[in-house]
Protein backbone atom coordinates (compact mmCIF):
# COMPACT_ATOMS: atom_id res chain seq x y z
CA UNK A 1 0.00 0.00 0.00
CA UNK A 2 1.02 3.42 -0.76
CA UNK A 3 1.35 5.38 1.97
CA UNK A 4 -0.78 8.51 -0.05
CA UNK A 5 -3.42 5.76 0.00
CA UNK A 6 -2.82 5.10 3.66
CA UNK A 7 -3.37 9.03 4.30
CA UNK A 8 -6.16 9.39 2.28
CA UNK A 9 -8.37 6.48 3.57
CA UNK A 10 -12.23 7.34 4.54
CA UNK A 11 -12.89 6.59 7.91
CA UNK A 12 -15.53 4.03 8.91
CA UNK A 13 -19.00 5.35 8.29
CA UNK A 14 -18.17 6.72 5.32
CA UNK A 15 -21.24 6.09 2.48
CA UNK A 16 -19.12 6.36 -1.54
CA UNK A 17 -20.95 4.78 -5.03
CA UNK A 18 -18.57 3.06 -6.87
CA UNK A 19 -17.54 2.99 -10.34
CA UNK A 20 -19.00 -0.69 -11.77
CA UNK A 21 -21.53 -0.15 -8.79
CA UNK A 22 -25.51 0.53 -9.23
CA UNK A 23 -25.56 1.42 -5.54
CA UNK A 24 -24.64 3.38 -2.99
CA UNK A 25 -22.21 1.06 0.08
CA UNK A 26 -21.28 2.03 3.57
CA UNK A 27 -17.72 1.48 4.32
CA UNK A 28 -17.07 -0.81 7.09
CA UNK A 29 -13.45 -2.03 7.27
CA UNK A 30 -10.28 -0.83 6.25
CA UNK A 31 -7.62 -2.57 4.68
CA UNK A 32 -9.44 -6.12 4.06
CA UNK A 33 -7.58 -9.20 2.85
CA UNK A 34 -9.59 -11.65 0.92
CA UNK A 35 -9.34 -14.55 2.40
CA UNK A 36 -8.59 -17.03 -0.62
CA UNK A 37 -6.53 -15.13 -2.80
CA UNK A 38 -4.53 -12.76 -0.13
CA UNK A 39 -5.02 -9.76 -1.46
CA UNK A 40 -5.12 -6.99 0.55
CA UNK A 41 -8.04 -4.13 -0.41
CA UNK A 42 -8.67 -0.75 1.01
CA UNK A 43 -11.93 -1.64 2.14
CA UNK A 44 -15.11 -3.51 2.60
CA UNK A 45 -18.27 -1.99 2.64
CA UNK A 46 -21.81 -3.31 2.80
CA UNK A 47 -24.74 -1.82 0.97
CA UNK A 48 -26.36 1.66 1.77
CA UNK A 49 -29.15 1.88 3.35
CA UNK A 50 -29.68 -1.92 3.89
CA UNK A 51 -26.38 -2.62 5.61
CA UNK A 52 -25.42 -6.10 6.35
CA UNK A 53 -27.75 -8.63 4.91
CA UNK A 54 -25.36 -11.88 4.33
CA UNK A 55 -22.24 -11.87 6.74
CA UNK A 56 -20.84 -13.26 3.59
CA UNK A 57 -21.53 -10.48 1.09
CA UNK A 58 -18.73 -7.64 1.49
CA UNK A 59 -17.65 -5.76 -1.10
CA UNK A 60 -13.69 -5.48 -0.65
CA UNK A 61 -12.20 -2.39 -3.00
CA UNK A 62 -9.80 -0.15 -3.90
CA UNK A 63 -9.39 3.53 -3.25
CA UNK A 64 -9.40 4.43 -6.97
CA UNK A 65 -12.73 2.36 -7.73
CA UNK A 66 -14.72 5.19 -5.80
CA UNK A 67 -16.69 6.98 -8.06
CA UNK A 68 -18.29 9.32 -5.72
CA UNK A 69 -18.16 10.47 -1.68
CA UNK A 70 -21.87 11.34 -0.35
CA UNK A 71 -20.40 11.16 3.26
CA UNK A 72 -17.24 11.26 5.43
CA UNK A 73 -17.50 8.70 8.58
CA UNK A 74 -16.56 10.42 12.22
CA UNK A 75 -13.14 11.60 12.39
CA UNK A 76 -12.31 12.25 15.93
CA UNK A 77 -9.36 11.62 18.26
CA UNK A 78 -9.79 8.07 18.35
CA UNK A 79 -9.62 7.71 14.66
CA UNK A 80 -6.30 9.77 14.34
CA UNK A 81 -4.90 7.16 17.25
CA UNK A 82 -5.98 4.28 14.93
CA UNK A 83 -4.23 5.45 11.82
CA UNK A 84 -0.91 6.43 13.44
CA UNK A 85 -1.20 2.26 14.96
CA UNK A 86 -2.32 0.90 11.35
CA UNK A 87 0.87 3.16 9.57
CA UNK A 88 2.98 1.49 12.02
CA UNK A 89 1.69 -2.35 11.76
CA UNK A 90 1.65 -2.06 7.72
CA UNK A 91 5.25 -0.57 8.22
CA UNK A 92 6.27 -3.79 10.41
CA UNK A 93 4.95 -6.57 7.97
CA UNK A 94 6.74 -4.40 4.79
CA UNK A 95 3.14 -3.68 3.40
CA UNK A 96 3.99 0.17 3.16
CA UNK A 97 5.58 1.64 0.30
Not at 6 to 15: A, C, D, H, I, Q
Not at 27 to 32: F, K, L
Not at 34 to 45: T, V
Amino acid sequence: MKKETLKNLLPLGSVVSLKQGTKKVLIVGRIQEHISSGKLYDYSAVYYPEGMLDPHELFLFQQEDIDKLYHVGLQDNDEFVFRTFLEEKLKEKNLLE
